[in-house]
């Protein structure tokens, strides 16, 4: 009799246990599936993006440390606070939030706390962080890892402990702030060019003004201030033009000008004019050190930084002999031969 009541006792307990098991919640196990990864709400209404990475890159290798670039919609624009709040690439902003809003759990690939290290997902291993804000609170975060396959990354929020393959590659979220700087903030100032006033000194100007011709001919170019047989080479002030339209620009180094930068002694400027008269003015110097070139634009408060290739592409194609040709004279004047 004894006996069984120590079965039954013991019985009772393993039930118990199982029930306990049963009903237990895990917090590695996986949510539902096919649910968003992060709440539609949440995406929505963040003002705020910072994106962080564990390798910093320097001059071609590579140093392990936590570098990291924040997104801000300021006056309802996209703005970079640590580039001196200049624009973002919207563009390029939207598309990402439309990406983040579009993330679906599928089965998860692991739910063990092991794995979200192995994954690189952990709170202090990650490929990629990403916080979203709203008012300077986190909402949410993002955790991106290795990559499971093309175009996909492991990933989890920091309301998930389950890791899942998401189809979004770390390599999308650069952390390098030209990437997410509007590229075509300074070839604005050329929309619409009607004029280019060119100086590699105060002693050395050419003024080109664009002329208008009819359908089917090409763009021509005149300086007003030739006389005799010098005249523009409209193909040359065109690839000048479309150098200054395509120019853009790597980071931004200020608000404020340094003597280093020698603004004071530019290598070029150029004054741009568009049709509707609206004028402004590059000013583009070599600093004392460094291989870059500094640019500032008279219509905006921010100093860039150019790339040397394409600042001296700018600057040859504005070479007084590169825009103005001059017509010989015929070896056989008339009447002769």
């Known amino acids: 009799m004894r006996a069984v009541s120590v079965l039954s006792m013991v019985l009772a307990a393993q039930l118990a246990a199982a029930l306990l098991l049963a009903t237990r919640y895990d917090p590695l196990a996986g949510a539902k599936i096919d649910t968003p990864l992060l709440p539609t709400d949440v995406v929505k209404s963040a003002d705020q993006l910072v994106i962080e990475s564990q390798e910093a890159k320097t001059a071609g290798t590579t140093v392990p440390g936590t570098v990291r670039v924040e997104i801000l919609k300021k006056d309802g624009k996209w703005v970079l606070p640590d580039q001196f709040d200049a624009p973002a690439d919207s563009n390029r902003v939207a598309m990402l939030i439309d990406r983040l809003g579009a993330l679906k759990r599928g089965l998860p690939v692991a739910t063990s706390e092991a794995s979200l290290k192995r994954f690189r997902v952990t709170d202090r291993e990650f490929e990629r962080r990403v916080e979203l804000k709203a008012g300077g609170t986190v909402l949410d975060t993002l955790y991106l890892g290795t990559s499971p396959g093309l175009r996909k990354s492991d990933a989890r929020t920091s309301a998930d402990h389950a890791v899942y393959a998401v189809d979004l590659p770390s390599y999308e979220l650069p952390i390098d702030p030209a990437s997410w700087l509007n590229a075509d903030l ?6 619409g060019l009607a004029e280019l006033d060119v100086a590699m000194s105060p002693t050395d100007r050419v003024q080109l003004v664009k002329q208008k011709g009819t359908a089917g001919q090409s763009v021509t170019w005149t300086d007003p201030t030739l006389s005799g047989r010098a005249h523009i080479d409209s193909a040359h002030a065109d690839a000048l033009a479309a150098q200054v339209s395509q120019i853009r620009p790597d980071m931004v ?7 280093e930068w020698q603004q004071d002694h530019p290598v070029l400027t150029l004054g741009l004019k568009d049709e509707k008269s609206k004028s402004v003015e590059w000013t583009l110097s070599k600093p004392s050190s460094g291989d870059y070139y500094v640019l500032k634009s008279s219509g905006m408060p921010w100093f860039f930084s150019v790339s040397s290739s394409q600042a001296k592409a700018m600057i040859a194609a504005g070479a007084r002999d590169h825009l103005i040709a001059s017509d010989k ?4 004047p008339p009447g002769k031969s």
């Not at 180094?253 to 003597?259: C, H």
């Not at 004279?329 to 056989?332: D, F, L, Y």
């Open 186 to 191: 300074l070839s604005k100032d050329a929309d």
């Open 329 to 332: 004279a015929s070896a056989n």
């Open 253 to 259: 180094l200020g608000t404020a000008p340094r003597p």
